[in-house]
């Protein structure tokens, strides 16, 4: 195995890391639908024995790493999943008024914003493509990294993924959010500028008041219901970040999370002041990677020794995407 990459010990992180986020999410009382865990662990299960021995050969290596990226993927959105439901149950104060008065400080005025996405229908099917490409993005910035050989770059953005997650969850269980127009009591008026606005009865909004409240502790469709900080901008920070050293990648992922991070205020119903936070938690995140990663690399008790079969580089291969 080699030194620069923890290869199959990805795997061990992220089960480790989803059974202690099991913890919280079961003492609060929450549960899955059985099909929607079955999301996540079906296909991993099904096809780790296959992709792992495809990964032995540089015909294979690329397609059958972006494969497994995918998985380990799936099991960071489920750990994220359940460490932020568990937080929701929290009983902290709501900061909406605290965040409102730095959106007012700042020059915005969500209804101007509506407002004008409304009378644009092609910026606002743009906000949404863009918003709703936080799921998939990572399986491309995958599959770029592997065709790359930038491996070590992509177990980096799996580890930000789970730190970014877990420094929001932490804020999240302090200082709860909902939106400006919940907040002021004017669902109504958003509802009737843009449907497209998170309310208490078709968004997340109406999940994070229901836990809060005690129930809603049966999940059949959990989403993200976390407002600050947004995760969704420290998400666009380290999409743009996890390809920066493949050039051709540059500008098309720094134009697309730049659109990401301006729908984040409508489609995702955030504060502005959301999008500072997220800023702040990608910051953070990126500064302590490379410490992390060695780190994790140079723990002796995890220096696995791993059957021939497990190989996870092969031997030799071509770039398929130049740097």
Request: charged share 10%; glycine share 6%; hydrophobic share 55%.
């Amino acid at each position: 195995m080699s030194p620069e990459i923890l290869g199959i010990r990805m795997w061990l992180i992220l089960l480790v890391a989803c059974a202690v986020a099991a913890i919280p999410f079961l003492l609060a009382g929450f549960l899955f639908d059985i099909k929607f865990l079955m999301m996540f662990v079906q296909w991993p299960a099904i096809s780790f024995i296959p992709v792992r021995l495809l990964r032995r050969y540089p015909a294979t290596y690329a397609f059958a790493g972006a494969i497994e990226g995918i998985f380990l993927m799936s099991f960071a959105a489920l750990f994220g999943l359940m460490i932020c439901y568990a937080a929701a149950a929290g009983n902290a104060p709501l900061i909406d008024a605290g965040l409102l008065r730095i959106d007012r400080g700042l020059g915005y005025d969500w209804q101007v914003y509506a407002h004008f996405a409304a009378a644009h229908p092609w910026l606002l099917q743009t906000l949404r493509y863009a918003y709703g490409s936080n799921l998939t993005q990572p399986v491309v910035i995958g599959a770029i990294l592997f065709m790359a050989s930038q491996e070590p770059r992509f177990e980096k953005f799996i580890l930000a993924t789970i730190v970014s997650m877990a420094i929001t969850v932490c804020v999240f269980l302090l200082l709860p959010a909902t939106t400006a127009w919940t907040f002021q009591g004017q669902e109504s008026l958003a509802a009737k500028i843009l449907p497209d606005l998170p309310t208490t009865t078709n968004s997340w909004i109406g999940d994070l008041l229901h836990i809060r409240s005690g129930s809603g502790r049966h999940l059949v469709r959990p989403s993200g219901i976390i407002a600050f900080p947004s995760f969704h901008c420290a998400s666009a920070i380290l999409n743009i970040w996890a390809v920066w050293r493949v050039r051709m990648m540059r500008l098309p992922f720094l134009a697309f999370n730049a659109v990401m991070i301006a729908a984040t205020p409508l489609i995702g119903g955030h504060y502005i002041a959301d999008l500072i936070g997220g800023a702040v938690v990608a910051a953070i995140t990126i500064a302590s990677l490379d410490s992390l990663h060695r780190y994790l690399l140079g723990l002796r008790w995890f220096s696995l020794s791993f059957p021939a079969m497990w190989g996870t580089r092969a031997t030799t291969r071509k770039h398929l995407l130049p740097y």
